[in-house]
């Protein structure tokens, strides 16, 4: 009955992404831009939505050891192939960047934040020898709307084609209708579900082997003959946390995203495939666990946004690895969402102060604390109902997560904003 929907809504929003994606669709954006002229752009103009400002400012662009939007726009010119979309930065050379690199010191390239309550809007200008290209990007990071050259429009979505997200929502689903046709559905037409998580798996193994990502070094050191049901807990932190930080770091390392974000990608495919792979369940099981852990990621991001004054990715993904974990256990609905309340009840306060390198500590303690919520709700142990934001039932949180994100921490992530602006490190750096 919802099968077609669930394929749909999880083939629209996983993609193949190189590097974090408010960067990737700068740069995605530019190179689109690029099409229409001739030569290197000699001035650049960006204009960004606050989310996207905030979540691109200071984090490193894939293969350059340089962070932000600049020379994520001079790359994206450089290397002038939309047509890899979010992944084109995973396949430029050392040649390139130093081409990007000498573009970004030429310092003409603007990086203006809007004033707009849109959370993705992006508008790329470039200008060359009298000419004249401008790109805009709305609602989700591929979505391109306008090409105008010399003040001619090459191309145009009309208003009803603006979003390319389908308008049918997952969340027009009770959950619990939801799980029971995910536990129920044959898992042959899911197997893409592992293939996403083996991707982001070697995501994690490029993490463990580069000499940038300290906490993932770190991390190995420690003790890991843990007993059960602690070594499932530290597995899918050092995996999810390897890869977090190989992407933060700027590796050229391509991973499935989910929602438009690659940390909720790793979050949700790898650590829920770490899981299952600990607890030596079988394939369709994996697999099972995956379909939930994917559908509730996707449910709760319809309700709170794709991009939020919080950090996402310790909430969406987490919620659907304490629910899959809760599944693979061999618990019911009540019991999933019992773990995933307390997720939220417990990290709702996390800011999200943009992407960079705390990312992958934030998804350290988060998944940690997920996979212990869910054998905790096993026992019968969780935090109650109506009991700060945690509403009567997993709806009414989620509207009021929905609220505490927008109105309630608009006035938080302009702040925020400002700080991660003043801390803004240089291009040598």
């Not at 960006?46 to 050891?65: E, M």
């Not at 030596?280 to 379909?291: C, D, F, P």
């Amino acid at each position: 009955m919802y099968k077609d929907l669930i394929l749909t809504k999880f083939n629209q929003e996983m993609k193949l992404a190189s590097g974090c994606t408010e960067v990737g669709c700068i740069a995605y954006a530019a190179a689109v831009a690029m099409k229409e002229l001739s030569a290197l752009p000699e001035r650049i103009l960006l204009s960004v939505s606050p989310n996207i400002y905030k979540n691109g400012l200071c984090v490193f662009v894939p293969g350059t050891h340089v962070r932000g939007f600049e020379i994520a726009a001079a790359l994206g010119c450089v290397l002038q192939n939309p047509e890899k979309g979010l992944s084109l930065m995973e396949h430029s050379t050392p040649v390139q960047v130093d081409a990007a690199i000498a573009l970004v010191k030429e310092g003409n390239i603007t990086v203006n934040c809007q004033d707009t309550p849109e959370l993705i809007s992006i508008q790329v200008d470039l200008f060359q020898n009298g000419h004249h290209t401008v790109v805009s990007l709305h609602g989700s990071h591929t979505n391109i709307t306008k090409i105008v050259v010399d003040d001619e429009i090459k191309y145009i979505k009309s208003s009803s084609q603006q979003d390319e997200l389908p308008q049918t929502q997952l969340h027009s689903v009770p959950l619990e209708d939801l799980i029971s046709f995910l536990i129920s559905q044959d898992t042959s037409e899911f197997s893409f579900l592992i293939e996403a998580a083996q991707m982001n798996y070697k995501a994690a193994e490029a993490g463990f082997e580069s000499k940038e990502t300290s906490l993932t070094h770190s991390l190995r050191h420690l003790p890991t003959d843990l007993p059960y049901p602690y070594n499932v807990i530290q597995q899918a932190q050092l995996w999810t946390t390897a890869a977090s930080e190989a992407r933060m770091v700027g590796l050229p390392t391509p991973v499935m995203s989910i929602t438009g974000s690659g940390n909720h990608g790793i979050t949700n495919f790898l650590g829920m495939y770490t899981v299952a792979k600990t607890l030596e369940v079988s394939k369709e099981k994996i697999i099972r666990s995956l379909m939930i852990s994917t559908a509730l990621t996707i449910y709760i991001k319809e309700y709170t946004g794709r991009v939020t004054a919080y950090c996402g990715a310790a909430l969406a993904p987490t919620s659907g690895v304490a629910a899959g974990t809760v599944y693979l256990l061999g618990g019911n609905f009540n019991q999933m969402m019992q773990a995933v309340q307390s997720v939220l009840g417990t990290f709702s306060g996390i800011l999200c102060d943009g992407a960079k390198e705390s990312c992958a500590y934030k998804i350290n303690a988060a998944i940690a604390s997920a996979i212990e919520f869910a054998f905790l709700a096993m026992d019968g142990v969780g935090v109650p109902l109506r009991n700060g934001i945690i509403g009567n039932s997993i709806k009414e949180t989620l509207e009021n997560l929905e609220k505490l994100n927008d109105p309630g921490m608009v006035e938080t992530d302009h702040v925020v904003i400002s700080l991660i602006q003043k801390n803004k490190i240089p291009l040598e750096s």
